[in-house]
C-alpha cells in the first residue's frame, strides 16, 4: 500500500469520524404501555437514554428485519424503582425499536447514534 492510499484511508476514517451524530426521540414525557416505535439508522455505534416519572419497568425489544420480528435484549426490562435517569450504550445491529413501558408512568427517551 502506497503512502498515498493510507493517508486516503486515514483521511475517510477521520471524516467517518467527525460527522455528527443523530438523535431520535420516541417519548417525550408519554405514557407509553402501548408501546412506541423507532426506525434506527444505520448507526456504528447507540446509546439509549431513559427517563421515568416514577416506578416502571420498561421493556426494549430490537429487530432486524425493518419492524417484521422482534427480539428482547438482556437488558431488558429496564426496572425503574423510582423516578430517574438511565443511560444504556448498545450495541446491536437493528433496524427498528420498541419500547413498552409496564403502566402509564411517563417516561422520556432519545436515542443518540453515531454513523
Same mark, same amino acid.
Given at each position: 500500500?502506497? #503512502?498515498?492510499?493510507? #493517508?486516503?484511508? $486515514?483521511?475517510?476514517?477521520?471524516?467517518?469520524?467527525? $460527522?455528527? *451524530?443523530?438523535?431520535?426521540?420516541?417519548?417525550?414525557?408519554?405514557? !407509553?404501555? %402501548?408501546?412506541?416505535?423507532?426506525?434506527?439508522?444505520?448507526?456504528?455505534?447507540?446509546?439509549?437514554?431513559?427517563?421515568?416519572?416514577?416506578?416502571?419497568?420498561?421493556?426494549?425489544?430490537?429487530?432486524?428485519?425493518?419492524?417484521? %420480528?422482534?427480539? /428482547?435484549?438482556?437488558?431488558?426490562?429496564?426496572?425503574?424503582?423510582?423516578?430517574?435517569? =438511565?443511560?444504556?450504550? =448498545? *450495541?446491536?445491529?437493528? /433496524?427498528?425499536?420498541?419500547? %413498552? *413501558?409496564?403502566? *402509564?408512568?411517563? !417516561?422520556?427517551?432519545? !436515542?443518540?447514534?453515531? =454513523?
Amino acid at each position: 500500500m502506497t #503512502n498515498q492510499s493510507l #493517508n486516503d484511508l $486515514q483521511l475517510i476514517f477521520y471524516r467517518r469520524r467527525a $460527522q455528527p *451524530g443523530q438523535t431520535i426521540a420516541l417519548a417525550d414525557e408519554a405514557d !407509553i404501555s %402501548t408501546g412506541v416505535e423507532a426506525t434506527l439508522y444505520p448507526f456504528h455505534r447507540w446509546t439509549l437514554y431513559l427517563r421515568a416519572a416514577g416506578e416502571v419497568d420498561v421493556t426494549l425489544e430490537l429487530s432486524p428485519d425493518g419492524g417484521a %420480528t422482534f427480539f /428482547t435484549p438482556e437488558e431488558s426490562p429496564v426496572k425503574f424503582s423510582q423516578a430517574g435517569d =438511565m443511560i444504556i450504550e =448498545m *450495541g446491536y445491529d437493528a /433496524t427498528h425499536i420498541r419500547l %413498552t *413501558g409496564s403502566d *402509564g408512568t411517563l !417516561i422520556t427517551a432519545f !436515542i443518540r447514534g453515531l =454513523m
